[in-house]
């Protein structure tokens, strides 16, 4: 007869738990079946017991099962049997009790890919607890620290609630404790902790490259070329810069850059003319790892007059016009002054009149706006700047004005009394973006189309709307009224409105006499 022996249950859940055992089988023993027996009745009636088949392994050997779908909170018993086909043989009985509702359960995670500052994970909700999850995802922690984890939740998951999520934001070459959770209404339940360490940080890998050198200044641009994305890892980017060092360091003269996608950009200033200079771009990462690019060499120009670049309009009106230039080199000296100069187009006898700006850009870019110009009209403009050697012009451009339209006017007119009446109007454009109202009123008539020349009446504009009381005018008579505005360069009249005035009750010369006279 075959020895059976089983062992205590383990790893006891709500509705799983492994039962083991071992069957010993003497030589010449025909064994045809062979497996576990469990059950809710403690007799494992054949009836009321599931049959778990394992394939005989040898003459002696150890087995292994996992019991799945048991209900919560209920008593199993459990036993291994052998059958020859005659008869059957059972071990011992055993017994376990399935755990109540609960937080829920999960799997250890697992580690998908690990970079500098992230780590992407995987687990999996193996039992819900006996209620709904409301949220799930990994808690977190640097190792040995003695913050409280942080948690992050993870938004889907799989119909066998397997999830995954990547941890971002982390320390380079930092060790974290890591472990799933999942909360239902009982509480949250977690996962196994496991450790994991970030990747080593990569040495930023730049390429620079400089515009043409000035007399004291020089504009130089670098941009990152690792294959990863460094940007959020980096504490610091500039250039660095040495008259006697051929491979500056950051202990030379440096300038602090702003990193702008994956590049950076500067302006060096201060440096003195007709010397040569070495440069290169660093970068710094949060371990405090140094990158350098290229080093270039270059020579500053000889002292002289401020460089400027062409001047641009930025906007053109009617009666203004927005400049922009930038200063290329200040000559190896203080700017003193800067801003634009201009003159009618077509005049060329007209000196240039120039207008100082106040405020300069750090990249040495300036713009205003000029104002006070004719409409449709050709301007010459350039920029100029002053140093102690002279001053420099950039190249001129020539703009033009826009054209300056008519005000447009709107009215409406009140009803007429015998020899008044209220007449009101509305702006409804000034004639152009840049355009001024300068005098707004209402002009009559008994003929069709009043101008100016006929009697009008000043108003005072309040915003963009004003009134007037228009009286003196005759009884029974039919006046035509319109509204006017005046800009820099034109009228603009509303449309006409025709009015009758009232029936006057006073005497009149044309009336009849009193008989009583």
């Known amino acids: 007869m075959p020895t059976l022996t089983v062992d205590e249950a383990s790893a006891i859940s709500r509705k799983t738990a492994v039962i083991s055992g071992s069957i010993s089988v003497p030589e010449g023993t025909e064994i045809k079946s062979c497996g576990f027996l469990y059950s809710t009745v403690s007799s494992l009636p054949e009836t009321d017991s599931k049959v778990v088949s394992v394939i005989l392994k040898g003459l002696s050997n150890t087995y292994e099962t996992t019991l799945t779908g048991l209900t919560p909170n209920t008593k199993y018993y459990y036993c291994l049997y052998a059958s020859s086909g005659y008869t059957t043989t059972r071990s011992s009985i055993r017994e376990f009790t399935t755990a109540i509702d609960g937080v829920p359960a999960l799997e250890v995670s697992t580690s998908i890919s690990v970079s500098e500052t992230s780590l992407t994970l995987a687990s999996k909700i193996v039992d819900d607890g006996g209620s709904s999850i409301q949220k799930f995802g990994f808690a977190y922690k ?68 400089t515009k043409e050198p000035g007399s004291a200044s020089i504009e130089i641009s670098a941009k990152l070329m690792n294959d990863n994305d460094l940007t959020s ?24 850059s702003q990193l702008n996608g994956k590049g950076f950009s500067s302006i060096v200033k201060e440096l003195v003319s007709e010397t040569t200079y070495y440069i290169r771009a660093y970068a710094i990462n949060k371990r405090t790892k140094i990158g350098y690019s290229n ?49 009618i187009g077509n005049n060329g006898t007209e000196t240039l009149k120039e207008v100082p700006v106040l405020e300069l850009k750090e990249d040495g870019t300036f713009q205003y706006t000029l104002t006070g110009f004719l409409p449709e009209t050709v301007y010459e403009v350039r920029a100029f700047a002053v140093n102690s050697m002279g001053t420099g012009y950039g190249a001129s451009c020539q703009v033009t004005t826009l054209e300056q339209k008519a005000p447009q006017v709107s009215l409406t007119m009140g ?78 009249y509303s449309e006409t409105i025709e009015i009758m005035t009232a029936v006057s009750n006073e005497p009149d010369v044309d009336d009849n006499v009193s008989p009583d006279k």
Not at 454 to 473: E, M, P, Q, V, Y
């Open 142 to 209: 640097e190792t040995d620290s003695s913050d409280a984890e942080k948690l992050v939740e993870a938004l889907d998951k799989t119909n066998d609630g397997r999830y995954t999520f990547t941890i971002t934001g982390l320390i380079a070459e930092a060790s974290y404790d890591v472990r799933a959770f999942a909360t239902n209404a009982k509480g949250t339940g977690y996962g196994e902790k496991i450790i994991l360490v970030t990747s080593a940080p990569e040495t930023p890998i730049l390429q620079a490259e």
């Open 233 to 256: 890892s980096l504490t610091e980017v500039g250039f660095c810069w040495s008259k006697d060092q051929q491979e500056p360091t950051m202990d030379d003269s440096k300038v602090i």
């Open 295 to 343: 080093v270039i060499t270059f020579t500053t120009t000889k002292s002289a007059v401020p460089k400027l670049d062409v001047t641009t309009a930025v906007a053109i009106e009617e009666t203004s016009v927005t400049l922009q230039s930038k200063i290329l080199d200040n000559g190896g000296h203080d700017i003193t002054k800067f801003g634009f100069a201009y003159k």
């Open 415 to 492: 009803d007429p009394g015998t020899h008044s009446v209220i007449a009101t109007a509305v702006i409804q454009n000034a004639g152009g973006t840049s355009s001024i109202v300068r005098e707004v009123g209402f002009c009559w008539s008994t003929s069709s189309t009043p101008t100016l020349i006929d009697d009008k009446i000043k108003a005072i504009l309040d915003g963009i709307s004003f009134n007037s009381n228009i009286s003196g005018l005759k009884a029974e008579t039919k006046y035509y009224i319109r509204a006017y505005a005046i800009n820099e360069a034109k009228v603009g």
